[in-house]
């Protein structure tokens, strides 16, 4: 469902699809950028050029260059030096959120949580004390 809100790039008012997360003068602007960096890199001696040397030869901002990738518009598979970065250490990547390292470290920490909450579930569980009442006679 559409959603009014502000552009995050001029502030303008516009109605946010599933489309377009940027305003209507934005998304042209963003069409013409993604225009320079697919000319650039189609170009058989920029193939092999990451994301800083795409930014410097095309003047586009690197985080643009990481939103193309990151919505598919970007196919990195005709590029092998193009990936983004690792959200937690920004190690560059050229697939999800996370690099191997950061996903074995996440799910490291989970299990010893899981672990911690299970444990302290036990605690609990042996802390009940059972009550009886005495009967006098």
């Known amino acids: 469902m559409a959603e009014l809100m ?3 790039n001029c502030g303008g008012l516009f109605v ?17 950028a ?20 795409t930014s ?4 586009v901002d690197e985080e643009l260059i990481i939103k193309f990738i990151r919505t598919g518009r970007l196919q990195l598979a005709q590029f092998p030096n193009l990936g983004y970065p690792c959200q937690k250490c920004r ?5 999800g959120n996370l690099c191997i390292d950061c ?7 989970l299990s010893t949580f899981e672990k911690e909450q299970e444990r302290m579930k036990e605690l609990k569980e042996r802390n009940k004390s ?6 006098k006679f």
Do not use: H, Q, W
């Not at 946010?16 to 013409?32: A, F, G, M, P």
């Not at 410097?56 to 003047?59: F, L, Q």
């Not at 996903?103 to 920490?109: I, M, S």
């Open 6 to 8: 502000n552009c995050p």
């Open 16 to 32: 946010k699809t599933n489309i377009r997360d940027v305003c209507e003068n934005c998304y042209k602007e963003e069409s013409k």
């Open 34 to 53: 993604f225009e320079m960096v697919y000319k650039f890199i189609r170009r058989r001696e920029n193939r092999t050029a990451t994301i800083f040397e």
């Open 56 to 59: 410097e030869g095309t003047g």
């Open 91 to 95: 190690t560059i990547i050229r697939e």
């Open 103 to 109: 996903t074995k470290e996440l799910r490291t920490e």
């Open 130 to 135: 059972t009550y009886f009442a005495e009967k």
